[in-house]
Structure formats: C-alpha cells, structure tokens
C-alpha cells in the first residue's frame, strides 16, 4: 500500500521543529512562514506544549464523551474568556470541516430551513455539506450543485439583501478572512450590515474563522475588527497547534438538546490538553498583540517591494500577488533561500507563521524576496 497521491510534495521532509523553524534530515534550516496552512500557532515544539501532551498522554489520551472530563470545561471557560464569548457554549469537535458542518446543522434544527448563502471565492471545509458551501474548483463533487447553496459576491450587500428577503435561508456563513481564496478581507461596513441583515430575517450569521481565528489577524477573532458578534463561530487550525481538535462557539439563542450533535474524537483528553496549552502560551506571550504588531511591520515592508503587488490582510494573516508564477516564486524561495511559504491560485503567495514571529524574521523573509525579485 502507499499513500493516495492527491498532494504536490516538495522534495522536502522536516523532521523536526522549533519556533519559527524547521530542520530536514541532513539539518538544513528553514524558516517557516506557513506554519502547515495557518496550523502552527504558537510555533513548533514550544516547551510548555511539549509537557502539556506528554503528561496528559501518559495519564489518560481518550475516552469517550459519555462520562464526565474537566478539561472540556476549563478549555471552554478559557476560550470564553480570551475571546470575549463568555456567554457562548464550545461544541468540540476533530476539524474545520466538521465544525462547519456541525455549525451548519444548528442553523438549520434553529431555524427550519435548509438554504445557505455563502460568498464566492470562500473555502468552507471538505465534509458533504461544508463541501456544498464552496466554489472551489478543484473540488468536484456532486453537492458543489445543490440548490440549497447559494453564491453571492464578497461585499454586495444588496445581494446578500435579495436573498436573505425570501426568508428560505437557514444561514449566511462567511470567513473572517478568505484564506485559500487568496486573502481577501470582508469590510468591516459590509459584516455590520450583514449582521443586520441577518438579524431582520431570522437567518442565522456563522462566521468561519477556522483560518482567521485565533489571534492570527491581530484579534482573537478576525470579525472583530467589525464589532458583530455572530450566532455561531467556527475554529480550528490554530486551535490545537497540530493535534487535531475543532469546535463551534455557540450563543446564548440555541438550547442544546441531548443527541442534537455527537461526535466520537471531539474534545477528547489529549486535544484538550493541547488546545489548553495552546490558550496558554497566547496568554502569557501576549501573541495576539505581537501578531498585530509585527503584521503590520511585515505588511509596511512588503509593500516596498515593487513586485510584491496588492499587499493585503490583517495581523499575520498576509497575502500578495507576483508576476508569473507563485508557485515559481515559492519553489524558489524554499530552494534557494530556505523559506517555506503558502500559495493560493496562480499568482498569490500566502503567509501564515506562528504567531511569535519577530521582526527579524519579516527581515530575512523581505530580504529574500527582495533578492529574488530586484
């Protein structure tokens, strides 16, 4: 047996980690400004992490949700209170997709309907009905053509307006920021209108931060910046550091009924030890500030570098666009000069580092590229 072949693979295996760094079998150093698609939160192998897992691992990794676990509650008292949703309840789950989903289905028991809106360019997750809710087209799949999903362009209020006044729309779901769709960022005046939008025809508002979340825009939240506060809100990638875990905030207006959602691995033992430990180096580095602080350095600098075009995102959530082609762009940066970046489309790099990142290193990166391209 091998592996399914449905991922390019540079030549490259890191096999091991530290910080902002990671390091081949011969040694070779590499700087890493894509943390595995935005995964990479507080930077590899932190210390406190590291001890987090071994503990928890070597008392107890799993067990199912039919009994009692602590750490379930303490992980979604301090989620509550670092993102300011004190009053929302955490649905755990394993991934983005499965908390989209699952975000998905309580919008529909609330409100009876089974309608969607969601905006083109957007990425929504990998399961049947997350699937549904994305234009990707490198996915195809035979939900991508239901009905029940409609696309309306980022930022168009009146069509959002068109929609939503049918009253057949069980929610509107948008990412705090687009992520794979190349870092597009919603205007705050636009999520404001949308919530009330939302509001006016009892259609509930989920907001996917699954990507821009977890301080990586320079809040906790990237919708945030707006001042809404959403029915539902998904996460992940961050949220464990790389052990899988996933959830769904959810407000005070949904009842939760036994049976409503289940899930087998959610918020098991080890994944809650590792999103605690998680909260807690954010916590007492102040990451959330840093990420604010040095993404606005790193932004500044790139857009002193002529072939660096469109510069765009908040925080540490940062994408630009290139002549020709990024992928070009991006081998050699991980080639020649020993930096790991993300792409997105034809001509968009994508940047995406933990969240302790310094000014030293935008440097090194801004240098390179300026090297490359100059």
Do not use: W
């Amino acid at each position: 047996m091998k592996p399914f072949d449905v991922y390019p693979l540079y030549p490259v295996e890191p096999v091991r980690g530290r910080g902002c760094h990671v390091y081949d079998r011969e040694g070779t150093e590499y700087l890493d400004l894509y943390g595995g698609h935005a995964v990479i939160s507080i930077g590899h192998s932190h210390p406190h992490y590291v001890a987090a897992i071994a503990d928890q691992v070597s008392k107890l990794g799993f067990y199912s949700n039919s009994v009692q676990n602590s750490l379930q509650v303490r992980l979604a008292e301090m989620l509550g209170k670092m993102s300011g949703y004190e009053d929302y309840s955490l649905f755990l789950c394993n991934s983005g997709a499965e908390a989209n989903e699952n975000a998905l289905k309580l919008a529909s028991f609330h409100t009876g309907r089974k309608r969607v809106l969601a905006f083109s360019k957007a990425f929504h997750g990998r399961t049947s009905g997350a699937v549904a809710a994305t234009d990707n087209p490198k996915i195809v799949s035979p939900f991508n053509r239901t009905d029940n999903i409609v696309f309306v362009p980022l930022n168009d209020i009146e069509a959002v307006s068109r929609e939503l006044s049918t009253g057949e729309f069980a929610a509107v779901i948008i990412e705090g920021i687009q992520g794979v769709a190349g870092i597009h960022v919603p205007d705050d005046n636009f999520l404001v209108q949308l919530r009330e939008a939302t509001k006016q025809t009892g259609t509930m508002l989920i907001l996917d931060e699954i990507q821009s979340g977890y301080g990586r825009s320079g809040r906790f939240f990237a919708h945030q910046y707006a001042g809404i506060r959403p029915d539902l809100i998904t996460t992940a990638k961050g949220m464990g550091n790389g052990l899988p875990i996933g959830g769904v905030l959810i407000s005070p207006e949904f009842e939760a009924v036994h049976g409503m959602l289940g899930t087998t691995f959610g918020g098991n033992h080890l994944a809650c030890a590792a999103a605690i430990a998680v909260l807690e180096v954010m916590r007492d580095e102040n990451l959330v500030d840093n990420a604010l602080r040095v993404g606005e350095y790193l932004i500044a600098q790139l857009k002193t570098i002529p072939a660096a075009k469109d510069v765009r995102g908040r925080g540490l959530m940062v994408g630009f666009d290139v002549d020709g082609s990024a992928a070009e762009m991006r081998r050699r940066l991980l080639f020649e000069k020993h930096i790991f970046t993300g792409g997105a489309g034809m001509s968009t790099i994508r940047l995406l580092p933990a969240l302790g990142i310094t000014e030293e290193h935008v440097d090194l990166f801004v240098n390179a590229l300026k090297d490359l391209t100059l």
